[in-house]
Nanobody, 123 residues
């Protein structure tokens, strides 16, 4: 089982990026999926999540109104607008049977992780 991210890179402040995460199995179309991010020496933090149906989305306060999470079956996207230097991090795709395991505030409840993709926002 694999989650494969793509779409990271270097962008200027105020710019946009779209991250993608593709699951290797169709089973993940029934999983809640989401994104976390992490900087060196810091804990991995929740960014956004979406239920398996796509009907409900959840965001960290720091990205609300700027980031949009969406999905197409077992592929999840994160559209990041109005990027700030503090958004710089390695972004990880995550999956779990229930969205509450992604939004709990603890990365320990995530069942599957991608390998991570670097997002760097220059000022």
């Amino acid at each position: 089982v694999q989650l494969v991210e793509s779409g990271g890179g270097l962008v200027q402040a105020g710019g946009s990026l779209r991250l993608s995460c593709a699951a290797s199995e169709r089973t993940f179309s029934r999983y809640a999926m989401g994104w976390f991010r992490q900087n060196p020496g810091k804990e991995r933090e929740f960014v956004a999540a979406i239920t398996w149906s796509g009907a409900n989305t959840y965001y960290a306060d720091s990205v609300k109104g700027r980031f949009t999470i969406s999905r197409d079956n077992a592929i999840v996207y994160l559209l990041m607008n109005s990027l700030k230097p503090e958004d710089t991090a390695v972004y990880y795709c995550a999956a779990a049977p229930a969205s509450s395991r992604l939004t709990s505030g603890s990365s320990n409840q995530v069942d599957y992780w991608g390998q991570g993709t670097q997002v760097t926002v220059s000022s």
